[in-house]
């Protein structure tokens, strides 16, 4: 496929972000692959601090709440950190 003359590459779904470069701007992709990687991060540390807050706090449905989105979270990060493997795969 091209736009404006100018092969496209798609390198897969980062959780709910489609990656798609022109080819040879592969370095902008792999820049916006870690910057999906680095959101889902802080997302990850924002529901662990949560679950532990409620915890000291005697807050047991939040606590749950937090810990469920939490580890979707790290599943999503898990898929990303494949695709971002598979990505600098196709670099090389």
Request: no cysteine.
């Amino acid at each position: 496929m091209t736009i404006l003359g100018a092969p496209l590459v798609a390198w897969g779904d980062l959780g709910n972000v489609v990656l798609v470069g022109f080819a040879g701007g592969v370095g902008l992709v792999l820049e916006r692959a870690r910057h999906v990687a680095a959101v889902q991060a802080s997302n990850i540390a924002g529901y662990r601090t949560l679950e532990r807050l409620a915890a000291a706090a005697g807050d047991p449905d939040t606590e749950a709440l937090a810990a469920r989105l939490g580890e979707q979270e790290q599943q999503t990060f898990d898929r990303i950190l494949g695709k971002l493997q598979t990505l600098a795969d196709t670099l090389d």
